[in-house]
């Protein structure tokens, strides 16, 4: 069900039971008023003492109950509408719901971080690319996108290690991997712990000698590394030599642009090293 749909549900609901509420307690307070009246034995009271005798009888207590159930019932039926519950069943102004998309939609400035890593807090998802041209034709070097055990020795940039767990090289198949800071590159906070990225996703598309195209996670407690990512690695002939392109959509915002980029280029750097 829609959640339009169950809203208007609940406050339909809510909106029996206050009239359910209402009647038991019109109901309760003609019973108590007769069960008072065969106390008295038809003797006239004024309606103070008359009220007094039917709270205190048994009656009294479904009266209460009465308007306990009408008081809420009526105040969540009958409350206004909020702007997102206007905007899920369609009766919000049109030049209102225009003024809260735009609002919604609107990015969030980047922060730069004091170590200069441009590290963002928010905003439109980040594009990050990198290319290099590799002195070997483009079959070569996608042959080590597809065997586990080459990609391993190039894919950790500069200071991590890699160990594959799970390589389904295939439209739809899983991989796993772990990679682990050797402290070479100097400081290193890790995504997964201290010193551990640990990277699961799929194969979305793989055109032999041409395309390459992942998506992934990180597995992180840390929501500023939440999110897929997709990374398409594009090989182009030139001669007889293959540039490498690599773009990341969606980048995390917990990953600076500048350290992402280094990374990317000394990946680069190690597939020319390995293939070349």
């Avoid at 509420?21 to 008023?33: A, D, K, N, P, Y």
């Avoid at 041209?133 to 055990?149: G, Q, S």
């Avoid at 999110?227 to 030599?241: D, F, K, N």
Wanted: with cysteine; charged share 20%; hydrophobic share 40%.
């Amino acid at each position: 069900m829609k959640r339009s749909s169950l809203s208007l549900v609940l406050r339909i609901l809510s909106l029996l039971l206050g009239v359910v509420g209402v009647l038991l307690m019109i109901r309760s307070t003609e019973l108590g008023l007769a069960q008072a009246d065969s106390l008295t034995g038809g003797e006239e009271y004024d309606s103070g003492t008359r009220f007094w005798l039917v709270q205190q009888s048994g009656i009294a207590a479904y009266r209460t109950l009465g308007a306990v159930l009408a008081g809420v019932g009526l105040f969540h039926a009958l409350r206004p509408f909020s702007l997102p519950e206007m905007q899920r069943i369609g009766t919000i102004p049109e030049s209102e719901r225009e003024q809260t998309s735009v609002s919604a939609e609107a990015p969030i400035r980047p922060v730069e971080s004091a170590d200069g890593i441009g590290r963002m807090t928010g905003g439109a998802p980040r594009t990050d690319t990198a290319s290099r041209i590799i002195h070997v034709p483009p079959k070569t070097v996608y042959w080590a996108f597809v065997d586990p055990d080459v990609l391993v020795r190039w894919l950790p940039p500069e200071g991590m290690r890699g160990r594959i767990e799970r390589f389904e090289p295939y439209a739809g198949g899983a991989y796993r991997m772990v990679l682990t800071h050797t402290g070479a590159s100097g400081p290193f906070e890790g995504k997964s712990s201290a010193d551990t990225d640990i990277v699961e996703g799929h194969f979305v598309e793989l055109v032999p000698g041409e395309k390459i195209v992942q998506a992934f996670r990180f597995d992180s407690p840390d929501p500023a590394f939440a999110g897929e990512m997709i990374m398409t690695w594009t090989l182009a002939p030139v001669g007889e030599r293959t540039e490498v392109t690599v773009v990341c959509e969606r980048v995390p915002p917990g990953i600076g642009r500048r350290e992402h980029e280094q990374a990317l280029a000394s990946t680069l750097a190690n597939l020319e090293r390995v293939v070349g």
